[in-house]
């Protein structure tokens, strides 16, 4: 999997202060994305188990308290990024079970697959859907247009 961003510390992509990684590759194509960027999966540079370390000592840091993780891209559910975003968040659920997971993907809840059921069985808040630049709506927390749900897992 690549990365474009890695945030050790941020406070607007979920609630309270988190770590935030955007991922490449993403093949919805929504008309107005914010972050066209991120769509190709060969874009932006490898994660690797150096960069996964860090995530999770920043993770585990008490200097500066994290909430949570909060994935985004990108698509993290891009099947080309399930395998690398599954063992990811096996790791912090194990290794972190008091932070919270948070992840944004293009795909419908009620549409993804059984891999990226695997995903979403380890996390707490999905927002799902793609960006409806008719919908836009930015007053609106942590998505961009309105036919996007949060939905809490747990
Ligand atoms: S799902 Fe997100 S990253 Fe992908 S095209 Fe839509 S707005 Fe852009």
């Known amino acids: 999997m690549n990365i474009h961003q890695y945030y050790e510390v941020d406070i607007v992509n979920g609630p309270?202060?988190?770590?935030?990684?955007?991922?490449?590759g993403c093949e919805h194509q929504c008309p107005g994305c914010y972050n066209?960027?991120?769509?190709?999966l060969n874009?932006?540079?490898?994660?690797?188990i150096q960069m996964e370390e860090r995530l999770l000592r920043d993770l585990r840091d008490t200097r500066i308290?994290?909430?949570?993780?909060s994935l985004s891209g990108g698509d993290p559910l891009h099947p080309a990024n399930v395998p690398d975003v599954l063992r990811l968040v096996k790791r912090v659920r194990r290794e972190c079970p008091d932070k919270d997971i948070w992840l944004w993907t293009g795909y419908s809840l009620d549409q993804l697959s059984a891999a990226q059921?695997?995903?979403v069985d380890e996390i707490n808040v999905l927002v799902d859907g793609k960006f409806?630049?008719?919908l836009?709506?930015?007053?609106?927390?942590?998505?961009?247009s309105?036919?996007?749900v949060i939905h809490y897992l747990r």
């Open 16 to 24: 309270g202060t988190r770590c935030t990684l955007f991922v490449a």
């Open 36 to 40: 066209k960027s991120t769509w190709r």
């Open 43 to 48: 874009s932006g540079v490898p994660f690797t």
């Open 65 to 69: 308290p994290r909430q949570g993780l």
């Open 117 to 119: 059921r695997q995903v």
């Open 132 to 134: 409806i630049q008719a």
């Open 136 to 144: 836009k709506d930015p007053m609106l927390p942590w998505r961009g």
């Open 146 to 148: 309105s036919n996007q």
